[in-house]
């Protein structure tokens, strides 16, 4: 499946959360880790969700204007602190819940996600267009041992997906018309918006980002390639 | 030599032209090839320390805002068209123009530059603090094989070395304080700005970046760091 490409592309950029790493099962894994640590018990899987359910919401704040600039630790660190209560936790240390807000730093990739970074790293330019921070993705990046070119994090633009700013933005850095970037996510509205702006999409199917497959892991447009691993992208791409 | 480091730095930024790859050879034998495949005879040394001569000026211009920000190609190209007639070489076609400016995104690496990134990138993390904009940057490192964990360039402050901006940017984007950074680089002038700024310095010896060794390839200050390669500063900091 997938629909017309292009020319090849010069560059493919990225989502990371979700489309590259698993960060579900790592938050879990961490938070679960400290309540076992601090002997706290509590609904770990449920904090996980709910902390990514606080993060559109965030996002949109800063997007529409209600807050200002504010970057992903601080949008996870204000989260974070509202939802520990609602789930039965008491009140924790400043440093533990910066604790807490590095386990977004630290994220296990798909199985996948290095290696075909590496394939496509030796045809197209690769980077991050991710809505976290430069520095919390360089730190990812070192954890992970993603290969990138480039990265581009949300301040580097004061905006956030799906912001047209982010995207048009990371083309002009790259000296490249909207045209010869591909954007790849596992989300069919980071591409949607990528499209509107004359990138080209790809999608990559990631059907246990959010745990039981669901309709959100399956695409909705006929995006240029659809994939389902990076490495089965860097080989279409290939020819 | 060398005066007294501070912590050991989280990250080590590098300026790039002079002091990771030898502009003057590279872009010296990219001219003369040109110049042999178009059937030109010209003093291709002479035009090649001339485009790099106009290079402090024409930032200089943007520096002081008598010239809105322009990234380096197009310094680079308004300067080659204005040289090239003094030199007696006949008027160039736009893409044979575009051809030359080019040659400053395939720059050689000093023998030393990818290993010592490499064993520096094990230690701590490594970004790129370079004049030229990211999209020079990107292609040059795929050239190259700079393994960057970063690239920050001047595009991404609006700004060139060594303004505040950029040194302090740089910091800001990876979320450490300026004492946290060291500052590697050829150039007396560039250390000195990080240094007033608080950053940690690091000089790297490299007395061919102008031919002949000259005084301007000594360091001047009693620098954190003294270097003479980037595999020397990597076994140093590994201490």
Known sequence: MGGKLMAKPQAVLFDVFGTLVDWRGSVHAGLAAFGTAQGISADWLGITDAWRGAYKPAMNAVRTGALAWTNLDDLHRGALVDLLPKFGVPALADAQI??????????TPWPDSVAGLSALKRQVMIGSLSNGHVALQVRLAKHTKFPWDMIFGAD??????????VYLGACGFLGLQPAQVMLAASHNEDLAAARALGLQTAFIARPMEFGAADERAKPNQDWELVADSVLDLAGQLAG
Request: aromatic share 16%; net charge negative; hydrophobic share 35%.
């Open 98 to 107: 910066s604790e807490l807000v590095g386990l977004w730093h630290r994220l």
């Open 156 to 165: 580097m633009f004061g905006h956030y997906k799906p912001d047209p700013e």
